[in-house]
């Protein structure tokens, strides 16, 4: 490969309009297009970039795949290895007031947390001024300057999901026990 290229992930609900015998299958609009993966010519790849223009054709769509792996996880389908592994290598926004300070707000279960979301998509449920883009480690060192606060993963959505903040010092760290990002 000489050229950088995007690899799309395409809500899997979207369905072109039927072609013609031997015509091209359209590209899908850019509402249905989740996101993607940027690879680069030496064969790199960047971390998963949510797509903000990305609406959802159903509820059941994930809007990125930390979303995916957060709802397998609510459905007792995936373990906390899998969750991990795909929230190393995702991109997060935390919610912040009108002076850019991170929002702590309870939980369902009225535990204090970070408001966090993995895609644009799941902003709208939060009431916030802003939302400032962070990596796993700067969550970690987020949760580090709060006292008893855990983390919440996409406020409202199906697959929300409040994590301890001594889960995500876990599974921050890279399996070769090095911090990532």
């Given at each position: 490969m000489t050229d950088d290229q995007w690899v799309l992930l395409v809500d899997p609900e979207w369905r072109p309009a039927s072609a013609q015998d031997g015509d091209?299958?359209?590209s899908p609009p850019s509402q249905a297009v989740v996101g993607g993966w940027l690879v680069r010519a030496d064969g790199s790849v960047s971390r998963f970039e949510p797509n903000p223009s990305y609406d959802p054709a159903t509820g059941n769509s994930p809007t990125d795949p930390l979303d995916a792996v957060l709802r397998l996880?609510?459905?007792?389908e995936a373990d906390f290895a899998q969750l991990g592994?795909?929230?190393r290598e995702s991109a997060f926004a935390v919610a912040v007031d009108a002076d850019q300070t991170p929002m702590v707000a309870p939980s369902p279960d009225n535990i204090p947390c970070l408001l966090v979301t993995t895609a644009p998509a799941h902003r709208r449920r939060v009431r916030a001024a802003g939302?400032?883009?962070?990596?796993?480690?700067e969550l970690l060192h987020l949760l580090d300057q709060q006292e008893?606060?855990?983390l919440?993963?996409?406020p409202g959505a199906p697959g929300c999901l409040r994590l301890l903040a001594d889960s995500v010092r876990?599974?921050?760290?890279?399996p070769d026990g090095s911090g990532n990002n």
């Open positions: 091209e299958v359209p996880t609510a459905r007792g592994a795909v929230f939302w400032r883009p962070v990596s796993p480690s008893d606060v855990d919440l993963l996409n876990e599974i921050t760290v890279a």
